[in-house]
């Protein structure tokens, strides 16, 4: 009786253990049931609007002694339509390069597009993909499309409501890749250095965490994974970013006042203005919003939302100047934020200048002392408690 008893307990344990680490060892990850369109098809749309355009482009050109080399031009691009293996392809598109060089170079663009500059390493992809399941698949999802366990469960330090980044362009609203610090404002994707340094550095103030402890190889990996996941990486390749090297007398109070003059007329528009508590304007982004399930929602306003930058009252996602530099130039991609490299070098070091005053630097002033930076940083920089809300938040500056 004693031991038929124990070994009930037993079976019931093991059952016990099992059962809870079937359930908690494997959590639930959800997949999407918004289906992307299959790597194959990505690929075609992308070759048939090249090829469209081509056709449309050469169109232009009528003189009768063209004619000949023109239509042999046409004709192998349409074989282009089709996706080839990269020496095949490659191939055509010299062909028709050395045919139309002298006549566009417009043409020449259009097919230069077409060419296969990059392929998944398979067994780097596999490597990659292991080390994103354990590090980032929580929050960018399963099929790395952005859908995590409760995509509504991210939110930046204010409170607000973000969501990871989708690298399949499922959710993006011209179905691009498009990473908002790494690629410019009108661009897609971004060079590999740029984007290894954001995963390296992540990006304050948001759930985004930093992975310095990543070598480069692991990195190299995770990035041949994520780029495996649209064909368009494929035709697709950028010169990397250079950061300027900040001027010298940078945190001066000339440069700050300068910077407020223009952040007043440029600026406030968006961000409003900080030194007053104003809470900046919310702004609808590229990307849809999604449900739990991965379905798009939100009627009528279907996209996700982003604040202009809080300035001094959040951190800055890149803090340091000529990051902050770079993105008044260029702007962020897939937000309303826009470049304005239209103002001039030194004009945008002005308002660097001014936003890291904000952000409580201190300023050189004649006497060489330093001067504190703005009021509203010191006073009101507390996080955001967790669950706060936007409205809750302009409460907040207004206290
Ligand atoms: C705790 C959640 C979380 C984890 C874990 C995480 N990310 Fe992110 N990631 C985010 C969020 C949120 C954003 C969007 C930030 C924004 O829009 O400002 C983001 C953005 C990005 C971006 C886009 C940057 C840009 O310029 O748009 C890249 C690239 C990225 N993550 C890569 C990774 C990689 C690789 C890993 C794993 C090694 C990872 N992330 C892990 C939450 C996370
Ligand atoms: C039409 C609205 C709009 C205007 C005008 C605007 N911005 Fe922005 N700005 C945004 C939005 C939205 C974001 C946040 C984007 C995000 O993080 O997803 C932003 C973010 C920023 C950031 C944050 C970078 C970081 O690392 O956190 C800086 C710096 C910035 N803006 C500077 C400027 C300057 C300088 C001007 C004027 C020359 C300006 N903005 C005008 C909408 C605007």
């Not at 330090?157 to 980044?165: E, K, M, N, S, W």
């Not at 203005?273 to 999604?290: D, R, V």
């Not at 660097?352 to 952000?359: E, F, N, R, S, W």
């Amino acid at each position: 009786m004693k031991w038929f008893l124990i070994s009930v307990l037993i079976t019931f344990f093991v059952f016990g253990v099992t059962i809870a680490y079937l359930r908690v060892g494997k959590p639930a990850y959800k997949k999407s049931e918004v289906r992307v369109k299959p790597y194959d098809e990505i690929e075609r749309d992308w070759r048939a609007s090249q090829v469209t355009e081509f056709e449309r482009e050469i169109k232009k050109f009528e003189e009768p002694e063209l004619q000949g080399r023109l239509n042999r031009a046409l004709e192998l691009v349409r074989k282009l339509k089709e996706p080839l293996p990269k020496n095949e392809n490659d191939r055509v598109v010299d062909e028709i390069k050395n045919l139309v060089s002298d006549v566009s170079s417009d043409l020449v663009n259009i097919v230069e597009r077409l060419r296969i500059r990059w392929e998944p390493n398979l067994q780097k992809v596999k490597v990659g993909k292991e080390l994103y399941d354990n590090l980032c698949m929580t929050c960018h999802g399963v099929e790395g499309d952005s859908l995590s366990v409760t995509p509504e469960g991210l939110r930046t330090d204010l409170g607000d409501v973000i969501y990871a980044r989708d690298f399949t362009g499922k959710y993006h609203r011209d179905g691009k890749v498009v990473f908002k610090f790494a690629s410019d404002f009108t661009g897609e994707m971004g060079a590999d250095e740029d984007i290894k340094l954001l995963i390296r550095e992540g990006l304050a103030g948001t759930p985004m965490p930093g992975f310095p402890y990543l070598k480069e190889q692991e990195l190299d990996a995770i990035l041949e994974y994520i780029k495996s996941l649209n064909p368009r990486w494929k035709f697709f390749s950028t010169n990397r970013r250079i950061y300027p090297e900040p001027p010298e007398d940078l945190l001066t109070q000339t440069r700050v006042e300068n910077g407020r003059e223009l952040f007043k007329t440029f600026c406030s528009a968006c961000h409003r203005n900080p030194e007053e508590g104003e809470s900046p304007l919310a702004q609808p982004t590229a990307w849809y919003k999604f449900d739990k399930d991965g379905r798009i929602t939100g009627g009528d306003s279907p996209f996700q939302v982003v604040s202009a930058r809080y300035f001094g009252k959040e951190p800055l996602r890149r803090g340091k100047p000529e990051y902050i530099f770079a993105v008044i130039k260029n702007g962020i991609a897939g937000t309303t934020m826009t470049p304005w490299a239209h103002l001039g070098e030194e004009n945008i070091w002005n308002l660097v200048a001014y936003i890291l005053y904000l952000d409580g630097k201190k300023i050189q002033t004649a006497g060489g002392e330093g001067e504190k930076g703005a009021k509203v940083h010191v006073e009101n920089h507390d996080k955001v408690e967790e669950g706060n809300t936007m409205e809750n938040r302009s409460d907040d500056s207004q206290s």
